[in-house]
C-alpha cells in the first residue's frame, strides 16, 4: 500500500495551460504539504493544509490553487503555466502535535515540464 | 531566510569508509530531521533530533546537534554502494510547523 500517492508522475505541457496534480495520503495524517524542487534541487515548501484548512502559504503566487476536499487528498491547480514552473512538486504528510515529531511522509513526486 | 544548508554539496567515497554531512540553519528550532532521496524519488525520513539533544544514533546513523552553533552533522559509518542518494537537512521553527530544507549533500559511494 502506497502511503502517499501523487498522479500524475509526469506531466508535460506548453506554456499557458493549465494543469492539476493530485495526492491522496492513507495514513490517517491531519496535515498535508506541497513542496517544489527544483533544478538544483532546492525544496522549498509551498503550502500545507491541517484538516482542510489552508496553515501555510510562502508566497507563491496566485496562480497555485491547492484544494483540500478532505483531510486525506490535496490537490494542486496551476493556471497560465510558465517555463520557470517546471520542477518537481512533492505531496507530503504529517501528524503534528505534542505526541507527534512531525516526520514527513512524502510522495513519490510529480515531474512538470513546460515547454 | 530559515532552510538549512548542507555542506558540502557533494561528497565522494570508497565503499567501507564513513561519510560526513552538515547542516546549518539561522534560528531556533525545534528539532531537526534528516531525510534521504535516492534518485528520482520522494524523500524518506532517517532520523529526528530535538532541540534538546545533543547526539542520536540509528544503526549506521550518528546525528549531533549544537544548538550554539546552529549546526548538525550526520556520520554515515561503513557506507555502502547502496548509500548512494542526496541526503537533506530539515528544521521546523518551533510551534509553526513548517519543515525547511536546503539543496541536500549529494553521496556518491563507489564499490
Redesign the interface.
Known amino acids: 500500500d502506497t502511503a502517499?500517492s501523487q498522479t500524475p508522475k509526469y506531466l508535460v505541457t506548453q506554456m499557458g495551460n493549465d494543469k492539476s496534480i493530485k495526492c491522496e495520503q492513507n495514513l490517517g495524517h491531519d496535515?498535508m504539504?506541497w513542496?517544489k524542487q527544483d533544478s538544483?534541487?532546492?525544496?522549498?515548501?509551498m503550502f500545507?493544509y491541517?484538516n482542510k484548512e489552508l496553515?501555510?502559504n510562502?508566497t507563491v503566487p496566485n496562480r497555485f490553487s491547492p484544494k483540500s476536499p478532505d483531510k486525506a487528498h490535496l490537490n494542486l491547480h496551476i493556471n497560465s503555466l510558465e517555463l520557470g514552473d517546471s520542477a518537481v512538486y512533492?505531496c507530503?504528510s504529517s501528524q503534528?502535535g505534542l505526541a507527534n515529531?512531525?516526520?514527513?511522509?512524502?510522495?513519490?513526486?510529480s515531474r512538470l515540464t513546460v515547454l | 531566510s530559515q532552510q538549512g544548508e548542507e555542506d558540502p554539496q557533494a561528497l565522494s567515497i570508497q565503499e567501507g569508509e564513513n561519510a560526513t554531512m552538515n547542516c546549518s540553519y539561522k534560528t531556533s528550532i525545534n528539532n531537526l530531521q534528516w531525510y534521504r532521496q535516492n534518485s528520482g524519488r520522494g524523500l524518506v525520513h532517517l532520523i529526528l533530533i530535538r532541540s534538546n539533544e545533543r547526539e542520536k544514533h540509528s544503526g549506521r546513523l550518528r546525528v549531533t546537534l549544537d544548538t550554539s552553533k546552529k549546526s548538525s552533522s550526520m556520520l554515515i559509518t561503513a557506507s555502502r554502494a547502496a548509500d548512494t542518494a542526496s541526503y537533506f537537512c530539515a528544521t521546523d521553527l518551533y510551534n509553526f510547523n513548517k519543515f525547511y530544507f536546503g539543496s541536500g549533500t549529494k553521496l556518491n559511494v563507489k564499490p
Open positions: 502517499v496535515t504539504y513542496y538544483k534541487k532546492f525544496l522549498k515548501i500545507s491541517n496553515i501555510i510562502e512533492f507530503a503534528l515529531t512531525g516526520e514527513l511522509f512524502f510522495g513519490e513526486g
